[in-house]
């Protein structure tokens, strides 16, 4: 049931971590990807560069995937920054910048892909699906990412009210939005870095710890752990599944 042959998937993001690993599960279990990045990705089976911050990208993203393929099954809006920043020394144009990135971006892709998303709800077992990257950030909050934060928790509501909607316009098409806790990825280094050089924490390694400590599993994911929950969710499988959050974070909002 978690098969995707014959489907086609739109990954933004795709150059980092979890963008990576997600074309690689959607492509393992049978789906056509296609990858956009800032910088054209290489893994999947067309790899194209997009901000996903620009209207007419989305437009001109839009009437490519209706080009070549006439339909889009499934869309995962994987793309997104982190700013670690104190509230006192954040700027409002590098607020307006996560959310641009995090929230905005993903309101133009169900605006510019909702016909061809429909087209696929027609016919698809088990609807068209989109998921919708938050975090456990979007959930509870914390320190020093308020923007971040902010941003992801917008996520988790705009997903929902998008699956309301589309439900109510019986559009059959399914939205939810996936909550990781720290994974093993360069945003999450970046992340870690940053900790220490405001004096959240001595030294890196003295961060990682405090991050590991607040995950009853006792580590970091891994961005394949993530992949196999955005897989299960494009599939029949997660049919009756729809405005929910699938967290994967190893026990973090679970104490």
């Known amino acids: 049931m978690t098969a995707l042959k014959d489907s086609i998937a739109l990954v933004t993001g795709a150059g980092g971590g979890i963008g990576r690993a997600t074309v690689a599960a959607l492509r393992e279990a049978g789906a056509e990807v296609i990858a956009t990045d800032l910088k054209a990705p290489d893994c999947g089976d067309l790899n194209l560069v997009q901000d996903v911050t620009s209207e007419q990208g989305w437009a001109d993203l839009a009437a490519e995937v209706e080009r070549r393929y006439g339909r889009l099954d499934c869309l995962v809006n994987n793309a997104g920054i982190a700013i670690v920043a104190t509230i006192a020394e954040d700027t409002l144009e590098s607020w307006r910048k996560v959310q641009s990135v995090n929230v905005e971006s993903i309101f133009l892709s169900l605006n510019a892909l909702l ?18 990257l938050s975090s456990v950030g979007g959930i509870g909050g914390a ?113």
């Open 143 to 255: 320190p020093l990412m308020t923007s971040y934060c902010t941003s992801k928790g917008a996520v988790r509501l705009l997903s929902k009210s998008a699956a309301m909607e589309f439900a109510a316009l019986d559009y059959n098409i399914r939205v939810n939005s996936v909550h990781p806790g720290g994974i093993e990825t360069a945003m999450m280094e970046d992340i870690i870095t940053r900790y220490a050089e405001i004096g959240a924490a001595p030294d890196k390694e003295t961060a990682r710890k405090a991050v590991d400590a607040q995950h009853p599993l006792k580590r970091w994911g891994k961005p394949e752990e993530i992949a196999g929950g955005i897989v299960y969710l494009c599939s029949s499988a997660a049919s009756f599944v729809t405005g929910t959050e699938l967290v994967i974070d190893g026990g973090f909002t679970a104490h």
């Open 115 to 132: 016909p061809l998303l429909r087209k696929s709800g027609e016919t698809r077992k088990g609807g068209a699906s989109v998921v919708n």
